[in-house]
Every structure is written in structure tokens, then in C-alpha cells.
Nanobody, 129 residues
């Protein structure tokens, strides 16, 4: 059974930092899927934040987080991280990790969240002003 489990959300003041983790299990092969981070704010559609190719390490970031967020993967631990710096109130959302087929490049996954086949339960990130 495929499982993605997020952790690390919380409340932080604007300008602060948080790191999210996504523990991945259940895939037959480690590089079968690429893992992305997505977020959904109240009343808004789910949007892509970042994605990493587990085979070659290539990444893609949405313009809104470029330069502030960093995605990384620990393949030995099957965990994908999202390090978030200089957080802004508009970053407030439920953050999800999602898994999309590995043949899809990170840019495509971030700009098309519906391409993810598996989702975690989400973790709340709240940034106060």
C-alpha cells in the first residue's frame, strides 16, 4: 500500500522558517514516482509548490516560492523535505506531498497538480503577520 505521510507544519511568524517532511512508502521501486509539494489555502484551488526528480535530483519551484523554499530528498530514508524560509502570510495553507509517475518532469507536476496519483493527508502551515 502506497503511503505518503507529511509532518512538520505549525504556526510561525512572518519571516520565520519551517521544514516539512514527507515519508514515502509502498512503491516497488524507489524511483518509480517523483514527489512534489503542493498547498491549498481556504477557498483556493490546490497549487504546486515544488517537485524533485528522485533519479537525477532535478527540481522545479513555483515562482511564488523560488529563492525561499528548498526541496530535497533522502533516498535512503525515503523522505522528501521542504525547507521554507522567509515565510509570508500568503504561504498559509494546508501543505500536501503528492506522487506522480517518474516519467513526468518536475515542471509538469508542479504546474498540473492533477497529475499526482497519490496524496498525503496534509499538514497545516500558518504564517502570522
Amino acid at each position: 500500500e502506497v503511503q505518503l505521510v507529511e509532518s512538520g507544519g505549525g504556526l510561525v511568524q512572518a519571516g520565520g522558517s519551517l521544514s516539512l517532511s514527507c515519508a514515502v512508502s509502498g512503491f516497488t521501486f524507489d524511483n518509480e514516482y517523483n514527489i512534489g509539494w503542493f498547498r491549498q489555502a481556504p477557498g483556493k484551488e490546490r497549487e504546486g509548490v515544488s517537485c524533485i526528480n528522485r533519479s537525477d535530483g532535478s527540481t522545479y519551484y513555483a515562482d511564488s516560492v523560488k529563492g525561499r523554499f528548498t526541496i530535497s530528498v533522502d533516498n535512503a530514508e525515503n523522505t522528501v523535505y521542504l525547507h521554507m524560509n522567509n515565510l509570508k502570510p500568503e504561504d498559509t495553507a494546508v501543505y500536501y506531498c503528492g506522487a506522480a509517475p517518474a516519467h513526468l518532469i518536475p515542471l509538469l507536476i508542479v504546474t498540473n497538480p492533477h497529475l499526482a496519483d497519490y496524496w498525503g493527508q496534509g499538514t497545516q502551515v500558518t504564517v502570522s503577520s
